[in-house]
């Protein structure tokens, strides 16, 4: 079946990198992009960004256009989320999902890995 | 960049009855590039609509979305207790694809 499975939860000191895995089956990989979403505690839903994986084309908003690194790797269908300089304030879970268009996004997110939680403390 | 706004915050419904909730846009949504997602505690989101009004995969037809240019109504007719859940609209038209603040739906 259509999946992505992120890996596992990780918790950082402020000023750190985290990056965090996306690995898709069941589907043809490169016919899709991958959007990032993020949820702090109890909050709503934040859009970070979007990656090609059939060019490696991103779109970051522009909140995360400095620390953020957007990136897929077809050879393992594996895509990958990269935010750097980390402050408490980027606790949340880290959703990866799957969007129609390979050159644009063009639809909704149509399969979501289970989130990977992210915690930023000293 | 476009500013989605969801109304209401909370709604409160019995089972049976008619859900109406509604996104309005800052500026006209692209093609109508306007998704809904459905949110239940400890679970990703899952699509419910793209386009404004096509229904996703195994979507029942209970749930149905409508509007244009700036305003966006999902209607879930026949509620049922699994649809207490906060629901979210996202524009996809232009980057960034913001989402909105949610509206929960309680179902009594």
């Known amino acids: 079946q259509v999946q992505l499975v992120q890996s596992g939860g990780e918790v950082k000191k402020p000023g750190a990198s985290v990056k965090v895995s996306c690995k898709a089956s069941g589907y043809t990989f490169n016919h899709h992009g991958i959007t990032w979403v993020r949820q702090a505690p109890g909050q709503g839903l934040e859009w970070m960004g979007w990656v090609s994986a059939y060019n490696g084309d991103t779109r970051y908003a522009q909140k995360f256009q400095d620390r953020v690194t957007m990136t897929t790797e077809t050879s393992t269908s594996t895509a990958y989320m990269e935010l750097r300089s980390l402050r408490s304030d980027d606790t949340a879970i880290y959703y990866c999902?799957?969007?129609?268009?390979?050159?644009?996004?063009?639809?909704?997110?149509?399969?979501w890995g289970q989130g990977t939680t992210v915690t930023v403390s000293s | 960049e476009i500013v989605l706004t969801q109304s209401p915050g909370t709604l409160s419904l019995s089972p049976g009855e008619r859900a109406t909730l509604s996104c309005r846009a800052s500026?006209?949504?692209?093609?109508?590039?306007l998704a809904w997602y459905q949110q239940k505690p400890g679970q990703p989101p899952r699509l419910l609509l793209s386009?404004?009004?096509s229904r996703a995969t195994g979507i029942p037809d209970r749930f149905s979305g409508s509007g244009s240019g700036t305003d966006f109504t999902l209607t879930i007719t026949r509620l049922e207790p699994g649809d207490s859940a906060v629901y979210y609209c996202q524009q996809y038209g232009n980057s960034p694809h913001i989402f909105g603040q949610g509206t929960r739906l309680e179902i009594k």
């Open positions: 386009g404004a009004s």
């Open positions: 500026q006209t949504v692209s093609s109508n590039y």
């Open positions: 999902a799957r969007v129609f268009g390979w050159l644009i996004p063009s639809g909704g997110m149509d399969v």
